[in-house]
């Protein structure tokens, strides 16, 4: 495997990535409206667009960006070894990966609710009229309970990868035994 070879799947996956998350966050919307709050629906369908075009270049692309940022310039050797590579070492990469990704995407939703949810405990006179109709769009308390979950699963995984990539590794080399 050479270097531009990884860089290829690595942009090629990250833009899959963002198009699967900008749909995944214009769905809801969309499902919770109806389609039919019309300023809302908008800049969604903005967003999907970009996000989409950005997939597009990242899937289509992708020499022209190796190129354009000279990713694949300042490395010793063209290839990659891959011989020491093995399951138990994919594994505990793609747990890391995981974990990692599942803290930084709930993190700012986690620490937008809290500041919502102090805001709203520590405010002397109640909450004015705008601010609590802000405020309640911005607490549900289903989403804050999630992304906090989701935070505190991804510190496990993180923490614990090794451990994890055994269990995926010894249950593997059973189910092979077996047969």
């Known amino acids: 495997m050479t270097k531009t070879d990884l860089f290829r799947v690595v942009i090629k996956i990250f833009g ?16 919770v409206t109806w389609g039919f709050d019309s300023f809302n629906f908008v800049f969604n369908l903005i967003y999907l667009l970009v996000m989409g075009l950005i997939a597009a270049l ?23 070894d891959v011989r020491n590579l093995n399951a138990h070492g994919l594994i505990k990469f793609g747990l890391v990966i995981i974990g990692l990704f599942m803290i930084v995407e709930n993190l700012a ?44 699963i991804g510190i496990v995984v993180t923490t614990n990868y090794k451990r994890i990539s055994k269990l ?12």
């Open 16 to 31: 899959l990535y963002c198009f699967i998350n900008a749909l995944f966050q214009l769905l809801p919307s969309v499902s």
């Open 58 to 80: 990242f899937l289509s692309q992708t020499d022209r960006l190796i190129k354009l940022f000279k990713l694949e310039k300042g490395f010793d050797s063209t290839t990659i």
């Open 109 to 152: 939703p986690f620490i937008n609710f809290c500041y919502w949810a102090f805001k709203k405990q520590v405010s002397a006179n109640g909450l004015d009229e705008i601010g609590g109709s802000i405020l309640d769009q911005y607490i549900d308390y289903n989403w804050w309970i999630t992304s906090g979950l989701n935070i505190l």
């Open 168 to 179: 995926f590794v010894e249950k593997e080399k059973n189910i092979g035994d077996t047969n």
